[in-house]
């Protein structure tokens, strides 16, 4: 008989190998688009993939689950910029409406006070 394709076969390994593969480049494309050059440092070695999930060693579980943890505590950092970036701008928009609002009123002010004819006499040479 041919063999299956199930959890005790060697496609195990490849299957992970292309999660764990996947899961980091998404984590590094999220920090590339926030501009970080590398918020976490270099990231730690992933340990290579036994046959099957069951023959990974407690360290290497660890490892994996400590660079999972870190590519989340830098998605939570983000978001915490992000965030703070946004409440920045929301004040900065707040305190340009009383001002354009000034100065529209200024403008209509001038127009009242000073006289048009004199700034549009020609200069007399």
Excluded: C, K
Aim: no cysteine; hydrophobic share 45%.
């Amino acid at each position: 008989m041919s063999e299956a394709s199930g959890p005790a076969s060697g496609g195990d390994e490849g299957y992970l190998s292309s999660v764990v593969s996947g899961l980091r480049g998404a984590a590094e494309n999220v920090v590339r688009a926030a501009g970080a050059v590398n918020p976490l440092g270099e990231m730690p070695a992933l340990p290579e993939v036994a046959t099957h999930p069951g023959a990974m060693s407690a360290a290497q579980l660890g490892a994996i689950r400590s660079a999972l943890q870190a590519q989340r505590d830098a998605v939570g950092a983000m978001q915490s910029q992000l965030t703070a970036f946004d409440e920045q701008l929301q004040v900065l928009q707040r305190l340009l409406v009383p001002l354009a609002e000034w100065s529209a009123t200024w403008a209509r002010l001038e127009e009242r006070v000073v006289p048009r004819a004199a700034a549009e006499e020609p200069d007399e040479s």
